[in-house]
């Protein structure tokens, strides 16, 4: 799997994501700057990491949602790639309109910085092929807008078409205002587009691929992604 | 030419700040406070005459400063 990770100024998980991508698909991804007008020939994969793009001014990734680069993914995503976007990258993805919806300061206004539990809705997606529908994995988050919010139609065809692939849970895989760690509407923690090529989500599967880092959760989401793309090759 | 975007969030959309802030003014004593939003003021210098920057505005407020999912914006020129 060729993967491009999206380098915006203030991202900080950029090299996070890339140890992740390589450990799992045992391949190095490309950096690609945000005033890169292209993506690398023969990209499988671009991913919008976490951080803090500029600042988080004026809305959490609202300016680098209009970055140059922006436009490559938009074909990209239109000509069906996969595309990644992991907590400010979702920011990213909400903002240039490849999602819909809008993550919203967390209802209790703290930022949360902690494991949580996550309920994988279905398993017949390139997103989650490497689980299955209704495990229940462990990830850490680390944000301060995460509560995912859209009108009451664009809720309702989330969850009628099964566009909602991740929701927070309890560890025994229960959704509920208890677990809901930000306020997100119905749960959610990861949503994709009409198409299912563009997943957005806030947790990050990225820090729990190793055992060192005390949990190998995430890896199944990378991996199903180079299971899916080596199944359609 | 001078100018003021003002964005708002919508009437429903909840805003945690604003009640952050209004907790806050009824801690500190201040009475009467029956709610409080938190929106964005924009002052916005522009070449041109004000049917170009309205224009030109409307689009800076449709493209970048509101995200119209929820917020809603006012675009005044004021001369």
Known sequence: MKSAILVFPGINRERDMARALRLVCGREPAMVWHAETSLPEGTDLVVAPGGFSYGDYLRCGAIAARAPVMDAVRAFASDGGLVLGVCNGFQILCESGLLPGILMRNAGLKFICHDVHLRVERSDTPFTRGYNAGQVIRVPVAHGEGNYAADADTIRRLEGEGRVLYRYCSPSGEIGDTHNINGAAQSIAGIVNERGNVLGMMPHPENHVEDIMGCTDGRGLFAGLVAHLERAA | ?79
């Open chain 2, 1 to 79: 030419m001078k100018a003021r975007v003002t964005v708002t969030l919508k009437t429903g959309v909840l805003d945690p700040q604003g009640k952050a802030i209004e907790g806050a003014l009824k801690s500190l004593g201040i009475e009467g406070i029956a709610s409080v939003r938190q929106g964005k003021v924009f002052d916005i210098e522009l070449d041109g005459d004000r049917t170009m920057a309205e224009t030109a505005l409307k689009a800076a407020a449709d493209k970048l400063l509101a995200n119209t999912v929820i917020e809603n914006y006012r675009v005044e020129v004021l001369g």
